[in-house]
């Protein structure tokens, strides 16, 4: 098993990460998609002085991993997160929504 | 030394001539260069101001007065969106109007009357302000500004600092520098029609979240608080999604924020406004095919409470417009795999939170949010809140049960009579306790004009 790939937060501008044609982008430049079918491990590092990371940034960089995963469990075994206090439930909540059924009139 | 004009006559004026044409040629060469320019930005960005056309509607000048040049505005009493979005995007509309009349040379600007003003109508008339003068200098000519402010003191500084004054730099009517101490203003407007997203660089969008999220913070340690690194997330959230969606959902990136804050007297308050040109929320999801998939998830809605043989009471655009608030529609979706949708959920939650927060520690009045898109308005109170269905899906349905199945309640969410907003705006207004009084208000002159 290689070592793990790295994504840190902060090689990328912030504070503010926000857009989901940004996180498009950084996905392909990062070639996601190859490392979800590799059994790599992904490290994500996110800086303490970050203000957000939206819910359309994530969900664009992160949102095929989850799909592909799919299932929560699945996802961190893959893709491990130090992320400030504040984000990690947040995220959490993203990678829900990503899975969630889509019913509005359940 | 002797002029050679004085011994050898033809020679001079041989190079006299030469000399003339040369400086015609230059000059022509020159006048043509101009003109391809001009040209050249007139075919890229035209002669006359979108942004004034789409807020002008169907209204059109048939004044005399405007045929002269010569333009009176006269806002309403209630000159809010917050308040009476109607009347206030009306008016705004006539006023567009007059002023796309060509050679335009005064425009009056009459507050006098207004006793209830607000951020989001001062937004939206600095925007039609600012295009004038923009097309006034382009084409290089100048307009006589003139205008009578608001009576009330309060209202009058928010004119001379977020208003016409600031943005048509009537610099002797600036508020004074102990006044300005007192006020926390923001403002930015995005008119770059071109958007670069890089996967390494922040955007414009992210940058001005940011200095709103510090802007806030300041306005909030003159209370001595601060945001949470939590609400800071949620508050930079909001206003990014909402940017966000303004550009990619309405096609057009133009888009506005503004926030201000005012410290005299006891009762604070904080507003905010943002918005953008192009297409509604109602039209994004109209232009969908019906075999679509979001056109799937959303249509039993449309079925159930649109126009029909028994029931004529909803408009589709404003059940488009409510139905597209709920958490996962959005017209981008084209399947489950999509996870689109997210960005008005994350803004109904941060305005809830806020909400639950002044039920808590304010007495003064209840925060208060408006989503005006199209010829639709949606009130924000607090009183309908989103939250999860069966599934799990943020619902905020606007009535008491949050079922879709059921109506909304038309008090909150409906159609705009007199005019409606060729994009989407929200507008909020929430109390901020200083629990300490302030400063006498500063007195001063009645009227203003633009000095040339």
């Known amino acids: 098993m290689d070592a793990p790939k790295v994504i840190d937060f902060s090689k990328f501008n912030g504070p503010v990460y926000t857009g989901r044609e940004r996180g498009v982008r950084l996905r392909a430049e990062l070639n996601l998609d190859a490392a979800d079918t590799s059994a790599n491990v992904v490290d994500v590092v996110i800086p303490d002085g970050t203000y957000t990371v939206t819910s359309s940034f994530f969900l664009g960089l992160f949102g095929p991993s989850v799909v592909s995963a799919g299932s929560k469990d699945r996802f961190y075994q893959r893709y491990r997160f130090v992320a400030p ?17 889509k019913n509005l009139f359940a | 030394m002797q002029h050679f004009a004085k011994f050898d006559v033809p020679r001079y004026l041989h190079e006299k001539r030469l000399r003339k044409r040369k400086n015609r040629l230059r000059r022509e060469l020159r006048s043509a260069k101009r003109n391809s320019d001009r040209r050249t930005v007139e075919s890229m960005l035209g002669t006359s101001s979108k942004v004034l056309e789409m807020i002008a509607g169907a209204c059109s000048a048939v004044g005399r007065q405007q045929r002269k040049g010569r333009v009176a505005f006269t806002a309403p009493k209630n000159f809010s969106l917050l308040e009476n979005p109607s009347e206030t995007l009306a008016s705004i509309s006539r006023f567009a109007a007059d002023c796309l009349t060509t050679r335009l040379k005064a425009v009056y600007i009459d507050l006098s009357k207004t006793t209830v003003y607000d951020a989001g109508a001062n937004g939206l008339l600095d925007v039609v302000v600012d295009e004038v003068e923009t097309l006034a200098r382009k084409a290089k000519r100048k307009i006589h500004w003139s205008g009578v402010y608001p009576a009330d003191e309060k209202l009058k500084r928010l004119v001379k600092a977020l208003g016409v004054i600031k943005f048509l730099e009537v610099k002797h009517e600036f508020p004074k520098k102990k006044e300005a101490s007192m006020l926390e203003v923001f403002e930015v407007r995005c008119k770059h029609y071109v958007r670069a997203v890089r996967a390494n660089e922040t955007d414009k969008k992210s940058r001005t979240t940011q200095k709103f999220a510090d802007h806030v913070n300041e306005c909030l340690g003159r209370v001595g608080r601060q945001l949470t690194a939590q609400a800071r997330h ?18 057009m990136y133009d888009w506005t924020i503004q926030g201000y804050l005012d410290t005299h007297g006891k009762d604070w308050t904080c507003e905010i406004v943002l918005f953008n040109f192009g297409r509604s929320i109602a039209d994004s999801l109209s232009g969908l095919p019906t075999y679509s998939y979001t056109w799937g998830m959303i249509a039993p809605y449309l079925l159930r409470h649109g126009p029909n043989f028994w029931n004529g009471r909803w408009r589709r655009e404003d059940l488009l417009t409510l139905i597209a608030l709920q958490q996962s529609v959005s017209w981008k979706n084209q399947s489950k795999a999509d996870t689109r949708g997210n960005g008005t959920y994350d803004l109904i939650r941060f305005f809830q939170q806020m909400s639950d927060e002044s039920n808590e520690t304010e007495k003064q009045f209840q925060p208060k949010m408006m989503l005006i898109s199209g010829t639709t308005q949606i009130l924000f109170d607090g009183k309908y809140k989103m939250s999860p269905n069966s599934a799990g899906l943020g619902v905020l349905a606007f009535n008491s049960s949050n079922d879709l199945n059921s109506p909304p309640d038309p008090q909150y969410v409906n159609g705009l009579k007199q005019a409606g907003f060729p994009g989407t705006l929200l507008s909020i207004k929430f109390p901020l306790s200083p629990g300490h009084s302030s400063t006498a208000a500063v007195e001063g002159e009645a009227s203003w004009t633009r000095r040339k």
């Open chain 1, 85 to 101: 206090s504040f984000l990690r439930p947040e995220m959490d909540g993203y990678v829900a929504r990503a899975l969630q059924e």
């Open chain 2, 234 to 251: 949620l508050l930079c959230a909001y206003v990014t999604e909402v940017l966000d969606n303004a550009e990619e959902h309405s096609l």
